[in-house]
């Protein structure tokens, strides 16, 4: 048997504590305040929910002013950038023989005119003959040929007073068609608002539907969107939305919507709103893009 010495025992049971100790695990430690610091919960409150749509700012009346009649522009009154009112001239076109014609136009409705009184007044003597020859008939003075010829000179007489109104009416009317004619030399602003464009140089020679100016209205401003068809029903006439433009970014305005498509655009899926700001419009012009906001969209 053998026998085991004491002193290498003690050595072996030293080494295998050192071996045991190594093998041990450190206890875990306590979190630090850098991950006790993590994202917080998310908030359970829905966060407001809105939708943002686009379009150009326009006005109702905004118009290209065209040429009625082709001519040579004679004078030009107005530039870009000038507030006008309804009806002030803008330009006028060589109006010479217009002028010419509707002078001749009013010396003969003159010359009729004058004509319808002579002739009515020959009426009324050839009345007073018939009546005269009636009453020579009633007493036998005269034969039945000569009152029946007093009677158709009447009536005669009556029939050219007839054609001679007919011809006055024709002559006052073609007085009035150059009066227009002549009116169409002078370009006038359709509504007020003001001069955005001007196409036209003097000496220039226009033709009927050729441009002259670009006039546009600067009140009451609306913005016209499409929203996508889900908002069929939803949006109502009515209805304030807010309105900002990123080109006047201090300014935001509520407008009113006040007409809404009744259908759905196919080729888009979208449907049209327009809205019109209440108030003044502060620096917005029409042009610009301006963007709707709808808040709590349901």
């Known amino acids: 048997m053998r026998i085991i010495n004491p002193l290498g025992f003690l050595v072996l049971l030293g080494m295998l504590a050192v071996v045991s100790g190594c093998g041990e695990t450190k206890p875990a430690q306590a979190s630090t305040p850098?991950?006790?610091?993590?994202?917080?919960?998310?908030?359970?409150q829905p966060a407001?929910?809105?939708f943002v749509a686009s379009?150009?700012?326009?006005?109702?009346?905004?118009?290209?002013?065209?040429?009625?009649?082709?001519?040579?522009?004679?004078?030009i009154m107005a530039e870009p950038g000038l507030h006008v009112r309804k009806g002030q001239l803008l330009a006028t076109l060589d109006d010479r023989q217009v002028v010419a014609d509707r002078n001749a136009a009013a010396a003969k409705t003159r010359s009729i005119e004058a004509d319808l009184k002579n002739w009515e007044a020959e009426a009324k003597v050839l009345d007073s003959d018939f009546q005269r020859s009636q009453k020579m008939w009633d007493a036998g003075l005269i034969t039945q040929e000569q009152l029946d010829h007093a009677r158709y000179k009447a009536e005669s007489d009556r029939w050219d007073v007839q054609r001679v109104r007919e011809l006055l009416t024709n002559a006052r009317e073609t007085q009035r068609s150059l009066?227009?004619?002549?009116?169409?030399?002078?370009?006038?602003?359709?509504?007020?608002?003001i001069v955005a464009r001007r196409y036209i140089r003097a000496g220039q020679k226009v033709a009927v539907g050729d441009r002259l100016f670009w006039v546009t209205a600067e009140s009451p401003l609306r913005v016209k969107f499409?929203?996508?068809?889900?908002?069929?029903g939803r949006v109502k006439m009515g209805e304030q939305l807010t309105v900002s433009s990123p080109d006047v970014a201090n300014e935001h305005?509520?407008?009113k919507v006040i007409a809404v498509s009744p259908v759905v655009d196919p080729s888009s899926g979208t449907i049209e709103v327009l809205a019109e700001l209440i108030g003044r419009g502060g620096e917005m012009r029409p042009g610009m893009t301006a963007s709707v906001h709808i808040e709590n969209p349901r």
């Open 48 to 50: 407001e929910n809105s």
């Open 34 to 44: 850098a991950a006790s610091a993590a994202a917080p919960a998310p908030s359970t």
């Open 55 to 75: 379009g150009p700012v326009v006005v109702e009346n905004q118009v290209d002013v065209a040429s009625e009649r082709s001519g040579v522009v004679a004078k």
């Open 179 to 193: 009066d227009l004619e002549l009116e169409k030399t002078r370009i006038r602003a359709p509504f007020n608002g």
């Open 253 to 255: 305005h509520l407008a």
């Open 226 to 232: 499409t929203l996508p068809e889900r908002f069929l």
